[in-house]
């Protein structure tokens, strides 16, 4: 389910939301959406500091002072399935007024038997809806204007790794404190020693078949020692992303194909990656 399309009517009571990954940016959208939709200041409860029992009381007593509550629970992972499974009745009879959401990474970790009591909802995160109005709104707050051709450049290049991209959003809106527009063309020059940006610019090359301009983006790469996985995988996501588009998607799924084997070679063999590399841009 889109994040957009999280309603009160789907959100049961108890709900799982299955979330990708821990990535912080990501869960404070998802209990962003939740508090919008219910109406509810959340409380926040992790079952890594907090026991499971204690955690049940909680959600059952409620606050005594509100009239209605939204409880967002993390962590249900990790507790036993075991016991889990000894709780279920517990999970069955939550108050209608205390509103309890739990939010899971490995749905595979807890008893089926849960997802009989409430529903799991696989929440999507949708670049186009969620995170390019942030972008914007996060800019026009300090009276600034992005360029659209900028806030696809920073998704481009932090795709994959959201809370990287709100701490260099927060970097370049200091930046062009006062300026009154972020252009695109200054910003790639901020960001001109950015790994992942050299990597993007790299994928970019490559797929257009420019083998001369894509060694020169790796040689900058390997002069700055950078992460040689974080690079594989930056080039790995540009290639995925162009499958979702118009242009050249069988080209990307070849590439895309012998880049996993280079990964793994890489990884069984990991004398002279960047070695690799070189070689696959040129073969490629």
């Known amino acids: 389910m889109r994040l957009k399309d999280v309603s009160r009517v789907a959100l049961r009571n108890p709900s799982f939301l299955l979330t990708r990954g821990t990535d912080p940016f990501i869960i404070r959208l998802v209990v962003r959406r939740l508090k919008e939709v219910l109406g509810v200041p959340p409380t926040w409860i992790s079952l890594r500091s907090t026991p499971i029992e204690e955690v049940l009381e909680a959600v059952h007593t409620g606050n005594l002072f509100s009239g209605r509550n939204l409880y967002i629970v993390e962590g249900l992972e990790s507790v036993r399935k075991k016991r889990l499974e000894e709780l279920l009745p517990s999970f069955r009879d939550i108050p209608a007024e205390n509103h309890t959401i739990f939010l899971i990474e490995n749905h ?47 998704i481009e290049t932090y795709h994959d790794d959201l809370q990287s991209l709100e701490r260099e959003v927060e970097k370049i809106r200091y930046y062009f404190w006062g300026k009154g527009v972020v252009d695109l063309d200054l910003l790639r020059e901020i960001l001109a020693d950015n790994p992942r940006v050299s990597a993007t610019d790299y994928a970019h090359h490559l797929l257009k078949g420019e083998k001369r301009e894509a060694l020169v983006q790796l040689q900058r790469l390997k002069d700055w020692e950078a992460n040689f996985q974080l690079v594989v995988g930056t080039i790995a996501g540009y290639l995925l992303r162009s499958l979702a588009k118009d242009y050249a998607p069988a080209k990307s799924l070849k590439s895309l194909s012998r880049l996993a084997r280079l990964d793994l070679v890489t990884k069984s063999r990991t004398q002279l990656p960047w070695h690799h590399l070189e070689l696959f841009t040129i073969v490629n």
């Not at 942030?134 to 707050?141: A, P």
């Open 108 to 154: 595979n970790r807890i008893p089926p038997a849960m997802f009989k009591i409430g529903p799991l909802i696989r929440i999507e995160i949708d670049l186009e809806e969620d995170i390019v109005p942030l972008i914007k709104g996060y800019f026009e707050s300090a009276a600034i204007r992005i360029d659209r051709r900028a806030i696809d450049f920073l």
